[in-house]
């Protein structure tokens, strides 16, 4: 990148800084011309200058000029007015020229503005571009988070800045320099008094700033480091827990905010000291004014009217001068962070453009044998992993490699893969060095997985088809708004140097997953699940999910068959105790007393938890039935229990699980409560206290917590309370709660909860595993599963995948690899999270599912365990960085070499 | 049955009999109440151990595996806790439980267990007790039945 920021600006935005030059220049004329205009106000019309006559007139808008050699020209004799029509005529003039003004300055500042923004939008793409292209094993030494801190607020200066780079020079110098002309032209000494000062200045002020320099990239280093250090702290927090090394972190996060408020401070104090210096110098001219120059009237040797117009000329001088000082700081403070950048990406051996072109039409199977030729690999420390080792795998063939403690089969399948750079020798496709093929190829034709995984932040839908997202394969017609968008966004993109691909277009590559188009992905999809044994898992994510009902039609619309199935097969297994349905003329005693009494689902905040009670509406409903006073009773027992049961354990006692009424921390609140309400009629007690208890009993559940509080009498009474909620419900609640509808799917609960349609009884020992094979066999039964699996599929997976098991993460990984179909699938002991049992089953599954429809793929696959070699067509043996054994598993078998031994 | 029929019934159970009621009634509240049917198994034979049962009402029988099929051995009344043994060492079930009659029990969790046995040890103290009890109890018998060989 290029290293000089003056140098950068000026490269990409020259027409644009000199279009705004001379637009500058331009509106200095009406600029200029407001100035001279008050002076004329006054003197003319007001004080009635040029009008000493009754009914006299002036011309107005007379144009003449003294063209040297021609003389007076008149271009136009003007218009006579008279006194008060002059007097109106320049007003107006005076407007014009403040609109006028103001529109230069909206139209200066605006252009200014956007093209600043424009370079931020350039260098940042320029910067994630780097990111893209640097070499993989720079990743090892970087952070994240400084990366990120780096491009997003490091450069973000630089956006303020470049709209002023060249024109604030040009046109405070300028300014400064008429000045000091002027200056010189009133009394030629005195001037040289203003240049000397204004000569320290400039010579004084940027040697002191100089340490400024310093200290501003200490800053923005340590403050970087910080961003590192915090990033850290949050992907390794587990870590700090597990080793108690949080006040360790603390600790280390104190120190760094002590020296960065070090560096501050010092960096304000410097920077205050230099702004009193070159304060100081702009004043000390005038006081030189003032005694030179009175000393020189008093001695008759300067003539009174020659000081006073150097004095009054010289009140031009500060201003730009010291704008010019704060520009050349800003300046240099862009300019370190610039560097500081730059150099942070400046890397030797980027990964040249073309690897990377964007490349839409499929670019061919990989039909060559993929070679190790004398390869050696070496970590980042400097050891030997492979020791020129060579290498063939023919299209088609499937090879495990088996590797003992330091055999080196990694680093073979982490060069397949381009992930490490060979120490020696090269790995090659055919003839061509697998380094120079464009990713388009590599990553389309060849296939990684390793049990280092990474998922995005997006749902396991996204992560799963992100290994197809390589190019906008279909065109997107806009039109109207969308149209002008479209245009606008290309338009933009071109003048900030970033591509134009658009991110709105499919970039599906549903070929090569071998589908046809977004109708028929989800069969392929399917299959890789299944081949990896994830299926299970996802459905049980999408039956814990709610679902949107406008996409999932099918399963709302059928939610009723739904139910009616899960009855029926519960009846036929004399299972019908298992789930209590709800009804809505019965109480269900295996529900809360709460969601007896609101029978619906809370859609909103208004009616969801702790505010229930609160509602004012809801307590209206409770006292009409008479239901208030009892629940509050009822509320005051559960918490006496409550606090009976519980008041002694620490907060963090696993018992707390158990406690549905209340957390721990509101134990205390609830003592102190109980406590002051103790005797207290129940009308004595105020609203928020009443809700604070009666909250309690909405959480109770008669056969899970049996306190003996619930009554047939109460019952009734409740689903009372129910309808009337209903009938009167006012209009801002409506959409705060979804009735319990036998015949509708119910939007704001869980698919689950929508097929019991129920609670699963508390008293039946594994219930809920029971319900749950049930309703798989009755999902499948009816069409549905792959309804809830795509359900499920919109799970999101949480920053890095952490939503996920670690088993699972790896099984993604392995079905995102699959699901391209590529020509060779390379395995880095893809799961290791899962136990040897479930790793051949997998295996099994994949080797078969790659090779479904005639397809046949190279596979080659690091292994876990050797007994796995028995799967493939060959097998080649690692140790100590050499390729030792290689050959089927018969004949290694029958060997008796180094294979055998570590298979015993 | 309530929360306070459960502790009181806990109460006759020799090895909680000693134990403050109050710490009954927080064993009582964090285990499950669980019905079963008449012929369910509760637990079998080479199970790992994770729960004791305390019958509340009904009665279970206890079956043994043999080669001739499953051989019951005793008969588990209301009041009687099984399955003890294997949550407080880890043996896997030495017999199998079926429910006899349509059951209810206090099903108590190891883990919940161990933990009140942690967090208040005077509760410790007394089933220790109990247990040293059975144990010399057993050591008497086993006296006896050696020195009547």
């Known amino acids: 990148m290029e290293p000089s920021l003056a140098r950068y600006i000026w490269t990409h935005t020259r027409k644009q800084q000199l279009w705004i030059v001379m637009i500058v220049v331009l509106s200095m004329i009406p600029y200029f011309m407001s100035f001279d205009l008050p002076k004329l106000i006054v003197n003319g019309p007001i004080q009635g200058g040029g009008f000493e006559q009754p009914g006299a007139t002036q011309p107005f808008m007379k144009l003449h000029y003294d063209i040297p050699f021609i003389g007076d020209v008149q271009f136009f004799d003007g218009f006579q007015l008279g006194r008060e029509a002059t007097l109106f005529a320049l007003s107006m003039v005076f407007l014009l020229l403040v609109v006028v003004n103001g529109l230069f300055k909206l139209y200066i500042n605006t252009y200014k503005g956007r093209l600043g923004e424009r370079m931020l939008r350039r260098i940042r793409f320029e910067l994630v571009d780097r990111v893209l292209r640097f070499p993989p094993f720079y990743f090892k030494r970087v952070k994240s988070a400084e990366v990120a801190t780096m491009v997003k607020d490091e450069v973000e200066p630089l956006g303020g800045f470049i709209g002023d780079a060249f024109i604030q020079p040009v046109l405070l110098g300028g300014q400064a320099l008429t000045a000091m002309l002027f200056i010189m032209v009133q009394n030629f000494w005195l001037g040289m008094i203003a240049a ?18 310093v200290l501003s990239r200490e800053r923005q280093l340590t403050a970087r480091a910080l961003s590192g250090r915090v990033g850290e702290i949050v992907d390794g927090i587990g870590a700090v827990h597990i080793h108690d090394t949080s006040n360790y972190e603390r600790a280390d996060i104190a120190a760094r905010l002590g020296r960065i408020f070090k560096i501050r401070y010092d960096l304000y104090q410097w920077k205050f000291m230099v702004k009193f210096l070159n304060n100081f110098l702009a004043q000390i001219t005038p006081f030189l004014f003032y005694m030179i120059g009175g000393y020189l009237v008093i001695q008759g040797r300067l003539d009174v009217g020659q000081l006073v117009a150097v004095i009054s000329a010289y009140k031009d001088l500060p201003g730009p001068m010291k704008e010019l000082i704060d520009w050349d700081q800003a300046r240099q403070d862009v300019q370190v962070k610039y560097q500081q950048v730059v150099e942070q990406f400046t890397v030797d051996g980027l990964i040249p453009p073309q690897i990377e072109a964007l490349t839409i039409e499929d670019p061919g199977r990989m039909t060559n044998s993929l070679s190790a030729v004398s390869l050696s690999m070496t970590d980042d420390g400097g050891a030997m992993l492979l020791d020129r080792v060579s290498l063939q795998v023919k299209p088609g063939e499937t090879l495990a490699l088996v590797s003992s403690a330091t055999g080196g089969a990694e680093a073979l399948a982490e060069a397949f893969a381009r992930l490490n750079r060979p120490e020696n020798g090269r790995v090659v496709s055919g003839t061509d060095d697998l380094l120079e093929l464009p990713e388009a190829v590599t990553g389309r034709r060849m296939s990684y997985s390793s049990s280092d995984v990474f998922l995005f932040h997006a749902s396991l839908r996204e992560n799963l088809l992100y290994g197809l997202k390589h ?83 099918e399963l709302a619309g059928r939610i009723v068959e739904l139910r009616a199935a899960l009855r029926s097969r519960l009846e036929q297994e004399g299972l019908s105790g298992l789930v209590v349905p709800f009804e809505p003329g019965a109480y269900n005693k295996e529900a809360t ?44 027992e559960i918490a006496e229990q409550a606090i009976e049961l519980f008041a002694d354990l620490p907060p963090d006692h696993p018992f707390f699980q158990q406690l549905a009424f209340m957390t721990p921390e509101e134990i205390p609140a609830y003592e102190t409560l109980l406590q002051r309400l103790k005797n207290r009629p129940y009308e004595a007690v105020s609203e928020s206290d009443r809700a604070m208890i009666v909250t309690l009993s909405f959480a109770y559940i008669e056969p899970r917590h049996r306190f003996g509080l619930l009554t047939e009498e109460l019952m009734g009474k409740i689903v009372a309370a129910r309808s009337r909620f209903y009938e009167n419900l006012p209009p801002e609640l409506q959409n705060a709660i979804e009735r319990y509808d036998p015949a509708k799917y119910i939007a704001a609960a869980t698919v689950m909860d929508n097929v019991l349609f129920g ?40 920053s890095g995948g952490r939503r996920l098991t670690g088993g699972q993460r790896q099984k993604l990984d392995v079905a995102r690899a699959l699901l391209k179909r590529p020509d060779f699938l390379i395995m880095n002991r893809p799961l290791s999270a899962l136990d040897q049992r479930m790793q051949e089953q997998v295996l099994r599954n994949v080797l078969e599912e790659a090779r479904r429809d005639g397809h046949s793929p190279a596979i080659v696959w690091v292994v876990t365990n050797p007994s796995m070699g028995m799967m493939f067509d060959r097998v080649a043996v690692f140790d100590a960085g050499q390729l030792v054994e290689d050959g089927t598993h018969e004949t290694l078998l029958a060997r008796n070499g180094i294979f055998k031994e570590l298979l015993s | 049955m309530l929360l306070k029929d459960e502790v009181g019934m806990l109460q006759r159970v020799p090895l909680f009999s000693g134990v403050e009621p109050a710490k009954l009634k927080l064993l009582a509240f964090t285990s499950d109440r669980v019905t079963y049917g008449a012929g369910q198994i509760l637990f079998r034979q080479g199970d790992e151990g994770d729960a004791a049962y305390v019958i509340l009402s009904g009665t279970a029988d206890i079956l043994v595996e043999s080669d ?28 199998t439980v079926r429910a006899a009659v349509p059951l209810e029990v206090l099903r108590i969790r190891k883990d919940h267990f161990l933990r009140l046995m942690k967090e208040f040890p005077e509760m410790t103290i007394e089933i220790l007790r109990v247990l040293a009890d059975r144990l010399s109890h057993t050591t008497a018998e086993l006296i006896d039945a050696r020195s009547a060989k």
């Open chain 1, 196 to 213: 000397v000062i204004v000569g320290i200045q400039i010579i004084l002020i940027p040697r002191m700033r100089r340490r400024l320099i």
């Open chain 1, 471 to 553: 190019a906008p394969l279909t065109p997107v017609t806009y039109d109207g708004a969308a149209a002008v968008q479209r245009r606008w966004d290309v338009d933009e993109a071109s003048r900030s140097g970033n591509p134009d691909f658009d991110i709105s277009s499919d970039w599906i590559d549903y070929a090569s997953a071998g589908a046809t188009g977004p109708q028929d992905l989800f069969e392929a999809v399917r299959r890789v699940l299944d081949a990896v044994l994830l299926s299970r898992d996802i459905l049980d994510l999408g039956l814990r999910s709610s679902v949107d009902v406008t996409r999932h039609t």
């Open chain 1, 593 to 636: 007393i709460g969601e007896n009494l609101l029978f619906g689902a809370a859609a909103g905040t208004e009616l969801a938890d702790r505010a229930l009670a609160a509602n004012p509406y809801f307590a209206s409903v409770l006292r009409q039935g008479g239901l208030d006073r009892t629940l509050y009773e009822m509320g005051l």
């Open chain 1, 759 to 798: 609670r699963v009884g508390n008293n039946h020992p594994d219930a809920p595993e029971r319900i749950r094979s049930i309703v798989y066999d009755i999902l499948d039964k009816l069409g549905l599963y792959n309804e809830v699996l795509d359900v499920g599929l919109d799970f999101n997976v949480g």
């Open chain 2, 68 to 95: 001739a099929g499953p051989i019951k051995v005793a008969e588990l009344e209301p009041n009687s806790i099984v399955g003890e043994i294997a949550i407080l060492c880890n043996v896997s079930r030495t017999a």
